[in-house]
């Protein structure tokens, strides 16, 4: 109607408020005759409209439509329209712009609330506690406990409670039980250092954000030193020496520290300095994860993608590997994490970029091309390695800044 209104002159636009209220009762209003001083009962002008003159005795309510930045909502007998609100106030967007009907209607943007007359952020549902609501302009996030099978991590106004993973239908066997706030850990997760089939298995724990942010165990100084000296040298609860003497059998030299670096973390996650750096990690992995899974992926596509990559290519037979024992939103994220294995060293969103212009080059699918860009940008922006590397070696020259609690309970 709005859209309709502004097209018209205004005589067709009386012309079709007339005919689109012949049939309705109009609102009145009583008005003096200034000539006669005789009360007489006027039709009240529509929405979108004004008084021009009132009625008389001999001819009716004369109406105009309201001119540009005002507006009338409801039937009334004023001379004119109300201004429209000028601007949206702070953290505000405009959901509807001012018509000759409506006012300008403001909202919160995204992820805020309206509390009195204020936008405040919505709430973050704390580990143990997943969203069962989500927040919307109006209204807060509603937060409810984690029922048991279920659990949440991380802190977050988006994400709900997730479920624990079930072992056994990986062929696994339970090595801890899942709470509120932590996963079910399976028996291979337990010896996530058996480096000898991980890039392969589809139930192996793929982090590319891990592997970004940790990249400087490829460099000085942590590739120089021993893994038996780092587990010694990390501040907080010690790494259980016959994991470290598991990781010197089974994995290679930079693939010991990025695992002494995984177990140290999870049983030190509970100090304040390595809270921002698992909530980090966390969160780009949720988000890599999200945009990875494209489905009707073929084999063509992941081959292509494969081959457009720098460095060490992936066989075919490997990529073949992946598709069969993989759910297909896993392929990319898995294949990544193959080629991230035989190309140590090598920055993903820089590898990812160049491989962009590869595909475009080769015509590939868009799709393929839109999840890649994403990732690369998700990827680029959490790989602040230095500032990473910076804080663990602190940490280890520094140990004071942990809770001085050295072992396991």
């Not at 804080?391 to 520094?398: F, G, L, P, R, T």
Request: charged share 25%.
């Amino acid at each position: 109607m709005s859209n309709l209104a502004s097209s018209l002159t205004p005589s067709l636009l009386l012309f079709a408020v007339s005919f689109a209220w012949a049939y309705h009762e109009i609102p009145k209003y009583q008005h003096q005759d200034p000539l006669t001083s005789e009360i007489l009962l006027c039709d009240q002008c529509p929405p979108g409209t004004a008084v021009e003159r009132h009625c008389t005795a001999m001819e009716p309510t004369v109406c105009v439509p309201c001119p540009e930045k005002r507006f009338a909502e409801q039937w009334h007998w004023g001379d004119s329209c109300q201004h429209c609100t000028s601007v949206c106030k702070e953290r505000q967007i405009v959901r509807r712009e001012c018509n000759s009907t409506h006012n300008r209607v403001c909202e919160c943007k995204p992820g805020y609330h309206l509390v009195v007359e204020f936008c405040v952020r919505h709430t973050a549902c704390r580990p143990g506690f997943g969203v069962a609501v989500q927040g919307t302009p109006d209204g807060d996030t509603v937060c409810e406990r984690c029922p048991p099978g279920y659990f949440s991590s991380t802190s977050s106004s988006t994400e709900p409670c997730v479920p624990h993973r079930d072992c056994s239908q990986l062929g696994l066997k339970t090595f801890r039980s899942g709470t509120a706030t932590q996963d079910t850990l399976c028996e291979t997760d337990s010896k996530e250092f058996d480096c000898s089939h991980q890039h392969i298995e589809c139930n192996t724990d793929i982090t590319l954000c891990e592997e970004a942010i940790f990249q400087f165990v490829a460099s000085p100084p942590l590739a120089s030193i021993s893994v038996e000296r780092l587990s010694e040298s990390l501040p907080g609860r010690k790494v259980d020496w016959k994991n470290v003497e598991r990781l010197k059998k089974s994995c290679s030299p930079q693939q010991q520290t990025l695992h002494l670096l995984r177990l140290w973390r999870e049983q030190n996650k509970d100090q304040d300095k390595l809270n921002s750096i698992i909530q980090g990690v966390n969160h780009c992995e949720r988000k890599v994860s999200r945009c990875a899974s494209i489905k009707n992926l073929t084999l063509e596509d992941l081959l292509m993608l494969m081959d457009s990559l720098a460095g060490e290519k992936v066989s075919e037979e490997d990529v073949r590997a992946v598709v069969r024992s993989c759910p297909s939103q896993r392929y990319i994220l898995q294949l990544l994490h193959l080629w991230k294995v035989q190309n140590r060293g090598q920055d993903l969103a820089k590898a990812l970029a160049q491989s962009l212009r590869k595909l475009r080059s080769k015509g590939a699918r868009r799709p393929l091309l839109k999840t890649l860009k994403r990732m690369s940008r998700i990827i680029s922006a959490s790989s602040m390695h230095r500032m990473y590397e910076k804080m663990i070696v602190s940490m280890i020259q520094d140990g004071t800044c942990f809770k001085t609690k050295p072992y396991n309970d």
